[in-house]
């Protein structure tokens, strides 16, 4: 499902990070993706995410929650300290290991047990870049 043809417009640059270990996870997203006419930048890490972020402008991501190092809950909580506008959505296939007032509390703004449907993430991700454009509409004005 790609996003509305109005999304496209202003600034909002329509790049996705994804953030996982798992190398499936990681080309199935970015084959969907891409397949919509989104810009897709993959990480396998915390630390590959951070210097990518520091890097392009992008603010909707998905992080897996457990990663090999820094955890998806720490990585969402540097993140937010540069980024504070970023759309951070939790991805896990842990669910029982974490919870959801953990991850609000570390900044995400929603949370996905994996598998999760396709329709659901496209829905999560149009929405997204809606509410930025909105925003950078928004403070254009002001």
């Not at 969907?32 to 810009?39: K, L, P, Q, S």
């Not at 959505?89 to 396709?118: H, N, Q």
Request: contains cysteine; proline residues 3%; aromatic residues 12%.
């Amino acid at each position: 499902m790609p996003f509305p043809a109005d999304a496209r417009g202003g600034s909002v640059t329509h790049r996705i990070l994804v953030v996982d270990d798992d190398v499936s996870v990681r080309d199935l997203f970015q084959t969907a993706f891409v397949d919509a006419g989104y810009e897709v930048v993959l990480a396998e890490g915390g630390e590959e995410a951070l210097d990518i972020l520091q890097k392009q402008d992008i603010n909707v991501i998905f992080l897996d929650l457990k990663l090999f190092g820094m955890n998806g809950i720490d990585l969402c909580r540097q993140i937010r300290k540069f980024k504070p506008v970023s759309l951070i959505y939790a991805m896990t296939g842990w669910s029982a290991l974490y919870e959801i007032e953990e991850c609000r509390e570390a900044g995400f703004d929603d949370f996905f047990t994996k598998p999760v449907s396709l329709e659901t993430i496209f829905k999560a991700v149009n929405d997204a870049f809606e509410k930025l454009n909105r925003w950078r509409i928004r403070s254009l004005i002001t």
